[in-house]
């Protein structure tokens, strides 16, 4: 069994931080991809960033420059640092994460539980 756990988010004023936190935990051999994606409500859910693990990154285009995905292999965490927030990154903020298991091998995607990010003033 494999539980994944995201922290950090909160209000944050308009081109405030903010630094989200994803840990993964239980049966697992090893992590490959992991990733940011959000959804705002009545919109589906999108793309923020993806990080391997070799640390090859990629982010939507929105957030370029702004936002920076890493991550803690031996710790099995991922982290979203997100700088210069604006009232449009507004959603909740989920994490994905690709593991291979630790008695199968096998692997599998999963998903946190989401945190809520909300930009206002």
């Known amino acids: 069994q494999v539980h994944v756990v995201e922290s950090g988010g909160g209000l944050v004023q308009p081109g405030g931080s903010l630094r989200l936190s994803c840990a993964a935990s239980g049966s697992i051999f090893s992590i490959n991809a992991m990733g940011w994606y959000r959804q705002a409500p009545g919109e589906a859910r999108e793309l923020v960033a993806t990080i391997t693990s070799g640390g090859s990154t990629n982010y939507a285009d929105s957030m370029k420059g702004r936002f920076t995905i890493s991550r803690d292999n031996a710790k099995n965490t991922m982290y979203l640092q997100m700088n210069s927030l604006k009232p449009d990154d507004t959603a909740v903020y989920y994490c994905?994460?690709?593991?291979?298991?630790?008695?199968?091998?096998?692997?599998?995607?999963?998903w946190g539980q989401g945190t809520q990010v909300t930009v206002s003033s």
């Open positions: 994905n994460v690709r593991i291979r298991d630790n008695l199968s091998l096998a692997q599998y995607n999963y």
